[in-house]
């Protein structure tokens, strides 16, 4: 009998949308939770430094030739004995990236000789002012091991 | 809500104007009920269609969640009230309080409980149930003109498909309470409500499901269809007909459309409670809460119904109601009927 096929295969359903009510919910209720992020997750960019504190970045500008959107700027200068900021030649006097144009392709990550400019796994960048999203040298770079309050004086 | 044997220590309700005062405060506060009540409907589905597809449903406003039909409430009285050009302005504007004044106006007759030896109700009209029939029937006015004035040919669409719809399920809702009427010789709510059987020891009230099941399944069917829900919610249709009659409605309309449908599905709800499920008889529990229990169970049945079923093609819903639902309610007139005669 087709009548009692048809609705057997309604009861079916609604027994399977009443079970499914009763099995853990599948949402990650993100202020609270977070999904787990891959190991090569790109996200915000940090600029490194070598464990004796110096600077890695060199200034030699191929992060920016790299970037597909243009938004690194590099201005390099030059390293003097009484002030070194990197092992090379030169340093990164000022290194921006405008967060508001990066796609975060990791392409300058790729291009960095000395492995300086990474991404992190940082994704929250929301901000107020379109001028918060210009990420200064100060913003990017991680902290150094001089910088404790007995020297944080003089560095900058 | 009168009581029925009105208990009146200061004589207020003898006196004509204190009468008209009871009312008009009785009237104002089942209205007011029934809004808060349609909120929580709401919100109910929403959790309980997020529970069925695994996910917890709003939680965020309030504890639980349970203040997010307020915050939207709100968010809805605020938004523009937007009108296309080219549309009837006036037909437009008056479609969505011809909604919910119709679905309201059914709440008249509804007995809402019983509390101690009081049942309350606005009115106790002896042809209660028909109104209610009657009065809900309206609500496809609203729909129809809503599409027609939108000046759209998607909502007009969705109007037509409302009228079409509600001719072809009104037939068999009122086909299916019948032999209701016929077994319980009355047409008023509370006498389908209080009908008491006495069967050998067994003397009391009944749910009317055990001697017109069929009507109840009929009647169950045609309740889903008249209140345009899902799975047969095509004036909706929002894939096919991006919202049909609502596609043009925004703001505070929109939403008294909105209220009208819910309002619409908590009054089928606590019509099939009263009709075939004895309404506010349940053991151990008062009546008041049992009615609210059943009530609950039924709006749960129109979610869980939504939450499984794919919306039916055009042609099946017309097959179904004038193919199988209207012989099939003609066929259990007669049957019943036949029963009748013979039983007694």
């Known amino acids: 009998m087709s009548v009692f096929t048809d609705v057997s295969a309604l009861l079916v359903g609604l027994k399977t949308t009443l079970s499914e009510a009763f099995k853990p919910h599948v949402t990650v209720e993100y202020p609270e939770q977070k999904s787990v992020r891959s190991q090569r997750y790109r996200g915000r960019h940090y600029l490194r430094r070598y464990d004796n504190g110096l600077e890695r970045c060199i200034g030699c500008e191929l992060c920016a030739a790299a970037c597909p959107v243009g938004c690194i700027l590099v201005i390099a200068a030059e390293n003097t004995a009484e002030h070194r900021v990197s092992p090379g030649e030169r340093y990164a006097k000022v290194y921006e990236i405008n967060m508001l144009r990066c796609i975060f392709c990791g392409y300058c990550e790729e291009a960095c000789p000395v492995q300086a400019i990474v991404l992190g796994p940082e994704y929250e960048l929301s901000d107020v002012s379109r001028e918060q999203f210009i990420y200064t040298k100060e913003k990017l770079l991680e902290p150094g091991p001089q910088q404790t309050p007995l020297h944080a004086g003089r560095r900058r | ?344």
Do not use: C
Not at chain 2, 2 to 19: E, K, M, R, S
Not at chain 2, 190 to 195: A, G, L, S
Not at chain 2, 275 to 303: D, M, N, R, S, T
């Open chain 2, 1 to 344: 809500m009168i009581p029925l044997t009105t208990p009146d220590p200061f004589g207020i309700y003898a006196n004509p104007v204190g009468h008209w005062f009871v009312v008009v405060v009785a009237m104002l506060l089942l209205a007011f009920v029934l809004v808060t009540a349609t909120a929580y409907v709401v919100f109910f589905e929403r959790v309980a269609l997020g529970f069925m597809q695994r996910r917890p449903g709003p939680n965020r406003v309030g504890p639980r969640g349970l203040l997010q039909l307020a915050a939207d409430g709100v968010k809805g009285l605020f938004k523009e009230g937007f009108a296309p050009v080219g549309v009837d302005r006036v037909l437009f504007v008056i479609a969505p309080g011809i909604a919910v004044a119709s679905v309201l106006l059914g709440w008249a007759v509804i007995p809402v409980g019983i509390w101690g030896d009081v049942t309350y109700w606005i009115s106790d009209l002896n042809v209660g149930i028909l109104l209610v029939l009657a009065v809900s029937s309206m609500n496809v006015y609203a729909i129809m003109l809503g599409g027609w004035a939108s000046n759209n040919k998607y909502s007009l669409l969705g109007g037509l498909r409302a009228a079409a719809q509600l001719i072809s399920y009104e037939m068999a809702m009122g086909l299916s309470l019948v032999p209701v009427f016929m077994i319980v010789g009355s047409l008023r709510l509370q006498d389908i409500v209080t009908y008491t059987v006495h069967w050998g020891p067994y003397s009391g009230p009944i749910p009317l499901l055990l001697l017109a099941p069929v009507s109840f399944l009929i009647y169950l069917v045609a309740a889903v269809a008249e209140t345009n829900r899902a799975p047969f919610d095509l004036p909706e249709a929002e894939q096919e007909l991006i919202g049909g009659f609502l596609t043009e409605y925004s703001g505070f309309r929109f939403f008294m459309f909105y209220l009208a449908e819910y309002l619409g599905v908590l009054t089928q709800s606590t019509l099939v409670a009263l009709l075939f499920f004895a309404g506010w008889y349940l053991p151990l529990i008062p009546g008041v809460i049992a009615l609210g229990l059943k009530v609950v169970f039924f709006l749960f049945v129109f979610i869980w119904l939504r939450a499984t079923f794919p919306r039916l093609r055009y042609d099946m819903l017309m097959r179904l109601g004038w193919k199988v639902l209207l012989p099939l309610g003609l066929a259990n007139v007669v049957i019943t009927a036949v029963l009748l005669v013979l039983l007694t």
